[in-house]
T-cell receptor, first 114, second 115 residues
């Protein structure tokens, strides 16, 4: 039982490049989400999904796209990387969207945009 | 607009002491208040959570105190240990409203417990 797996763990991008951060869970969780963590800013919600085929925007969605074609996977796409997107990205999942179940977080992807 | 305000930003406590971290919110629709613990290089992990129908919840050395009228809640760590040194995040969500699925985090408190 691997939990929430994020790849890659580290990535350096040049401004304007695109890339996809991968997130997979093997717990049959319906709810998945992406957060970014910046020093002194806490965790801010980028996008989330309450089930396969359903996604919605969080607090800071600009510059990011998501899709949820399967229950297991929830990739985050950076369309045209900018230095402001330098951050640590966390994927989280939960059995359902309501809060009766805590979130399980992945170990993060540290992204640097130069 | 920050939904959940957390203080202090950093906290240094001696081993055996009590660590107290405070959070405040404005949205009265929030009905779930968890605390997450994060060690360096790891993702956050759920520590303890409370709903507004109770004023206190205790799990081992960790206690959440909740004041609904003041819209504040706090985490107390009794008998703090060096292994408790981590970043702590409070959070809040509204399970019954249009923002179902959104968990709002405070900015975090870096706790250091000296041996």
């Amino acid at each position: 039982n691997a939990g929430v797996t994020q790849t890659p763990k580290f990535q350096v991008l040049k401004t304007g490049q695109s890339m996809t951060l991968q997130c997979a869970q093997d717990m049959n969780h319906e709810y998945m989400s992406w957060y970014r963590q910046d020093p002194g800013m806490g965790l801010r919600l980028i996008h989330y999904s309450v089930g396969a085929g359903i996604t919605d925007q969080g607090e800071v969605p600009n510059g990011y796209n998501v899709s949820r074609s399967t229950t297991e996977d929830f990739p985050l796409r950076l369309l045209s990387a900018a230095p402001s997107q330098t951050s640590v990205y966390f994927c989280a999942s939960s059995y359902s969207a309501d809060s009766n179940y805590g979130y399980t977080f992945g170990s993060g992807t540290r992204l640097t945009v130069v | 607009q920050q939904q959940v305000k957390q203080s202090p930003q950093s906290l240094i406590v001696q081993k055996g002491g009590i660590s107290i971290i405070n959070c405040a919110y404005e949205n009265t629709a929030f009905d779930y208040f968890p605390w997450y613990q994060q060690f360096p290089g790891k993702g956050p992990a759920l520590l303890i959570a409370i709903r507004p129908d109770v004023s206190e919840k205790k799990e081992g050395r960790f206690t959440i105190s909740f004041n609904k009228s003041a819209k504040q809640f706090s985490l107390h760590i009794m008998d703090s240990q060096p292994g408790d040194s981590a970043t702590y995040f409070c959070a809040a969500s509204d399970d019954r409203g249009s923002t179902l699925g959104r968990l709002y985090f405070g900015r975090g408190t870096q706790l250091t417990v000296w041996p």
